[in-house]
C-alpha cells in the first residue's frame, strides 16, 4: 500500500472514488443483464443468442490481446479451454433459467455463489467455516426460500427456472475452484485467458446451435431481431462483457482487488432494482422479505469470510 503524505491524502478520497464509479457501473450492467437477457431470449433461441453475444465480442478481445495470446503456453492454452468448457456451461443454466423464472429471482439466487464458493473452499481444505458464515449462509438460504415462493398462497416448489439459476450457481464455484486450483492458468494474462474461455465458450454454443432440436439458429434469430431485440443484445455484449472486462482490469490497477469485489457484490441488489422497477416484476410479500435475507445474507457472508481469505 502506498503511503501518502497529508497533502496527498486530501484528494486520495475522491481519486478512489473515481476508480469506484466505474465498477459500480458494471455492478448496475451486470444486475441489468437479467432482464436484458429475458427481453430478448426465448426457449427456442437461448443457444442462438449466446452465439450472437459473444461472437460479437470475440473479435475485438482477440485484436486486443494477439500479442499475450501467441505467447500462451500449451498448457495455459488447456486450462483455459477446460475453465472456458465450463463457463459455457453456466451461460447456458443462467440463460435457460432467466427465461423460466423472473429477472428479479435469477439475480438473487445467482448470488448464492458468494455463499457456495467459501463452503466449497473450506470442504475442499477441510477447515471448517466460521460460525458467522454459516449463519450467513442460513439466512441467505431462507431468504432464496421465500423468494420462490413469489406472491403465490402457501408452499409450492421452486420452478424450473429457479433450480437452473442454482445449478448456475453451483456451476460458478466450480468455475471459481478450478481456476484456483488448474496450475496453467495461474499466471495467465487476465485478457488472454478470458478471451481463450469465452472461445471455448462460443465453440460449445456453435456445436449446440447446430444439432438440430436446440432451437432456432443464430441466423434465424438474428432475422427475426427487431430494434428493440438488438439494443438487448449489444447491452449484453458491449457492456455486460466488453466494458465489464476492461473496467475490471483498469480498476484493480488503480485500487484494491477486495474494493472491486465489494462493489461487484452489490449485482444482485441491481437486479432486484432492475427486475421490480424497470421489469415490473412483483415479488410478493415473501417475495421482497427473502430478497432483503438474501441481500443480507450474502452481504453478512462477504464480511465473516474477508478475514480469513485476506492475506
Given at each position: 500500500m502506498t503511503v501518502l503524505s497529508p497533502a496527498a491524502g486530501v484528494g486520495a478520497p475522491r481519486r478512489a472514488w473515481l476508480a469506484d464509479l466505474p465498477v459500480l457501473a458494471v455492478a448496475v450492467v451486470w444486475g441489468g443483464s437479467y432482464l436484458a437477457a429475458k427481453g430478448i431470449t426465448t426457449t427456442h433461441t437461448v443457444v442462438a443468442v449466446l452465439v450472437l453475444r459473444f461472437a460479437l465480442v470475440m473479435p475485438v478481445l482477440v485484436v486486443a490481446g494477439w500479442a499475450r495470446l501467441r505467447a500462451l503456453s500449451p498448457a495455459q492454452l488447456r486450462g483455459a479451454g477446460v475453465l472456458g468448457l465450463v463457463l459455457g456451461g453456466i451461460f447456458l443454466l443462467e440463460t435457460y433459467g432467466v427465461v423460466h423464472t423472473s429477472a428479479t429471482n435469477a439475480g438473487l439466487i445467482i448470488s448464492l455463489t458468494m455463499v457456495f464458493t467459501p463452503l466449497a473452499e473450506s470442504a475442499v481444505r477441510k477447515r471448517a467455516p466460521s460460525a458467522g458464515?454459516?449463519?450467513?449462509?442460513?439466512?441467505?438460504?431462507?431468504?432464496?426460500?421465500?423468494?420462490?415462493?413469489?406472491?403465490?398462497?402457501?408452499?409450492?416448489?421452486p420452478s424450473d427456472g429457479d433450480l437452473?439459476?442454482?445449478g448456475a450457481a453451483l456451476a460458478r464455484t466450480l468455475h471459481v475452484l478450478l481456476m484456483a486450483r488448474i496450475k496453467g492458468v495461474q499466471d495467465a494474462d487476465p485478457l488472454s485467458l478470458t478471451t481463450v474461455q469465452l472461445g471455448a465458450a462460443v465453440v460449445v454454443f456453435a456445436v449446440l446451435a447446430a444439432v438440430p432440436g436446440t432451437g432456432d439458429s443464430p441466423r434465424a434469430a438474428a432475422v427475426g431481431f427487431g430494434a428493440a431485440e438488438w439494443a438487448g443484445l449489444a447491452f449484453l455484449s458491449v457492456f455486460c462483457t466488453l466494458f465489464a472486462f476492461f473496467v475490471q482490469m483498469w480498476a484493480v490497477r488503480r485500487t484494491s482487488p477486495s474494493r472491486v469485489s465489494l462493489l461487484l457484490g452489490t449485482e444482485p441488489l441491481w437486479a432486484a432494482v432492475a427486475g421490480i422497477a424497470v421489469g415490473g416484476e412483483e415479488p410478493g410479500v415473501l417475495g421482497y422479505a427473502g430478497a432483503l435475507l438474501v441481500l443480507a445474507g450474502t452481504?453478512?457472508?462477504?464480511?465473516?469470510?474477508?478475514?480469513?481469505?485476506?492475506?
Open positions: 458464515f454459516l449463519g450467513a449462509a442460513a439466512l441467505s438460504v431462507v431468504g432464496v426460500v421465500l423468494l420462490t415462493q413469489g406472491a403465490g398462497a402457501g408452499f409450492t416448489a437452473l439459476i442454482l452481504a453478512w457472508g462477504r464480511r465473516a469470510v474477508t478475514p480469513a481469505t485476506t492475506p
